[in-house]
């Protein structure tokens, strides 16, 4: 296995000065969420001109070189791991939860453990029967590492069958909340466009025009607006396309608040915002999505179920700040 290269080193310019590390660090490496920048920099990961630098919210000196070496991924075998899971349902066909921020779903490098298919093996042990000939759960559906919210996971072979044929369907009841930068126009409405890897950056998506991406559809409506600068919606997915809300929202110029890949820049609409709401904005250290809602018809019994969950207290702090 041949290990992955560390970022290269980057120099700060005057522009750069006086924002927080992790957030100048995050937005010059698109690779690295927020989050992930803050953990390997209280592990000692980052060096400013070759010393070790472990405040996060240190700020940025113009000149200085920032060199960031994530540890060598440890290939493994998922295990189980007594991990806390904050459950809605579980039969013997299938377990629905409450994700939080933070937890990635499948173990990858630099997340070898931790993650939900870990705290899967470990909450459902024997009541695994197998998926595809494997003890282990069965992933129909992903949340990004930093979104909250619901998820659904089978736990033998035809519910992950019958799952996996519903959502490729589209016959999930499927709604988000977010929060993004500007007020979209109209107060209710869709955006439209297909989505495929970015052709400069094949780390992130976007919206691809004249053919390439594959169809997407995400119809919104607003919730609040705060100072004419943010606004908190609600979403619903026709389709499930990878960060699929995150690229049409950023593609519209209303990208969410806190994006570590989608959002490079400090938006326009922060400079109209109170000091104590513009702030709150910018150093929220995640995306600012919620999956509120999901509902489905169960696989084995026909009966329609239905789960809500509300955004998660980092999320709350959020609205309540720049209201």
């Known amino acids: 296995m041949t290990d992955t290269p560390p970022p290269a080193p980057v120099t700060a310019t005057a522009d750069d000065a006086g924002q927080r590390t992790d957030r100048f660090i995050a937005n010059a490496i698109p690779t690295l969420s927020r989050s992930r920048v803050k953990s390997l920099m209280e592990s000692g990961y980052l060096l400013r001109d070759g010393s070790p630098l472990r405040d996060p919210a240190e700020p940025v000196r113009a000149g200085m070189c920032y060199e960031i070496h994530p540890p060598p991924a440890i290939p493994a075998t998922p295990q189980g791991q007594d991990l806390p899971l904050t459950i809605l349902f579980e039969d013997r066909d299938l377990i629905v939860l409450d994700k939080p921020a933070g937890m990635v779903v499948h173990p990858a490098p630099g997340n070898e453990d931790g993650t939900l298919v870990n705290a899967l093996l470990g909450h459902c042990g024997d009541s695994l ?21 619901v998820m659904v996971a089978a736990k033998t072979e035809m519910a992950h069958q019958a799952l ?9 009841d499927r709604a988000y909340q977010a929060i993004c930068w500007g007020i979209p ?3 209710h409405g869709s955006f439209d466009g297909a989505i495929g890897r970015d052709r400069r950056d094949r780390k992130r998506m976007a919206v691809i025009a004249n053919g390439g991406g594959k169809a997407a559809l995400t119809h919104y409506r607003i919730l609040d607006t705060f100072h004419g600068g943010l606004a908190h919606v609600e979403c619903r997915l026709a389709t499930g396309r990878t960060h699929q809300i995150r690229v049409h929202f ?22 109209g915002l109170p000091a104590p709401a513009r702030d709150a904005a910018l150093d929220f250290a995640r995306q600012a999505l919620h999956a509120r809602r999901l509902g489905f018809i169960h696989p084995r019994t026909g009966e329609e179920l239905l ?3 509300a955004p998660p207290v980092d999320f709350q702090a959020l609205l309540a700040h720049i209201a």
Do not use: C, M, Q, W
Request: glycine fraction near 12%; charge should be positive.
């Open 185 to 187: 126009t109209p107060a």
């Open 250 to 271: 950023a593609h519209a110029g209303h990208a969410l608040v806190g994006d570590p890949v989608y959002l490079r820049r400090i938006p326009a609409a922060a400079r």
């Open 307 to 309: 789960f809500e969950t």
């Open 129 to 149: 029967t197998g998926i595809g000939g494997e003890k282990r759960p069965g992933i129909v559906h992903r949340l990004d590492k930093d979104t909250s919210g």
């Open 164 to 172: 996996s044929l519903a959502f490729a369907e589209r016959r999930i």
